[in-house]
């Protein structure tokens, strides 16, 4: 079946250290999207690449970065230089214009302890 | 830039009634999408509705439909014959038109979280 897959589902990490979330796609979508959820704060986008080897900052870039190396792929790493990173994170894909519909993964649950 | 705002930030609705869920957003272009996400307790963002800004008719799915109003920059949600299953977050989300912007950025509101009272 064709979706988005995200892993790990729950990540723990202590402060000062990086971590990095998957992000998988098989519905050969071309742009593909970082999103921050907190409680009442909605979605905030972090990241998002159109194409391989492009990718633009959204509005809460600082702390993070990305990679496109392929177009399945987009990982996102979690910097100690982001100050709040305990957060829920989503990634989405989408095929650019037709429609622009947005398909999520299930999420990951980050946690610093 | 574009925002999308959603004033309520909860609403509850007894089963089987109607409920509208509010929804504005403020863009200097003509050409975009705006859509209606669900997120229930699982976390899985489920697109209920869709709707194309050069289409003046409302768009529908079974029992949700929008009252979009171009001019009034306003695109809310109405459910009807509201169950217990429709308790979720819901966000409303604005993308531009493709044209090989790069800015191509997707705006979500903050969401409103709807109970059903059974």
């Known amino acids: 079946d064709g979706g988005i897959t995200q892993s790990p589902k729950y990540l723990f990490r202590k402060e000062g250290q990086n971590v990095t979330l998957s992000c998988e796609q098989n519905l050969n979508h071309d742009a593909m999207y970082w999103y921050r959820q907190d409680p009442g704060q909605g979605l905030r986008l972090i990241y998002y690449?159109?194409?391989?080897?492009?990718?633009q900052k959204g509005d809460i870039a600082e702390g993070y970065s990305v990679s496109r190396e392929k177009k399945e792929s987009f990982p996102l790493t979690v910097t100690s230089a982001q100050k709040n990173p305990t957060a829920f994170y989503l990634c989405?894909?989408?095929?650019?214009?037709?429609?622009?519909?947005?398909?999520f993964g299930e999420g990951s649950r980050l946690t610093v302890l | 830039a574009q925002t999308v705002t959603q004033s309520q930030p909860e609403m509850s609705v007894q089963e089987a009634e109607t409920v509208t869920l509010s929804c504005t957003y403020d863009t200097s272009e003509s050409d975009y999408y705006l859509f209606w996400y669900k997120q229930p307790p699982s976390r899985q963002m489920i697109l209920v509705i869709r709707?194309?800004?050069?289409?003046?008719q409302n768009a529908t799915e079974n029992r949700f439909s929008v009252n979009f109003q171009k001019a009034a920059k306003s695109f809310s949600l109405k459910i009807s014959d509201s169950q217990l299953g429709d308790a979720a977050m819901y966000f409303c989300?604005?993308?531009?038109?493709?044209?090989?912007?790069?800015?191509?950025?997707?705006?979500f509101g903050k969401g409103t979280r709807l109970h059903i009272l059974p």
């Open positions: 690449s159109q194409i391989v080897n492009d990718f």
């Open positions: 989405a894909s989408s095929l650019p214009g037709a429609h622009g519909e947005l398909f």
């Open positions: 709707q194309e800004a050069y289409k003046q």
């Open positions: 989300a604005y993308r531009s038109e493709w044209g090989g912007n790069r800015d191509d950025k997707i705006i």
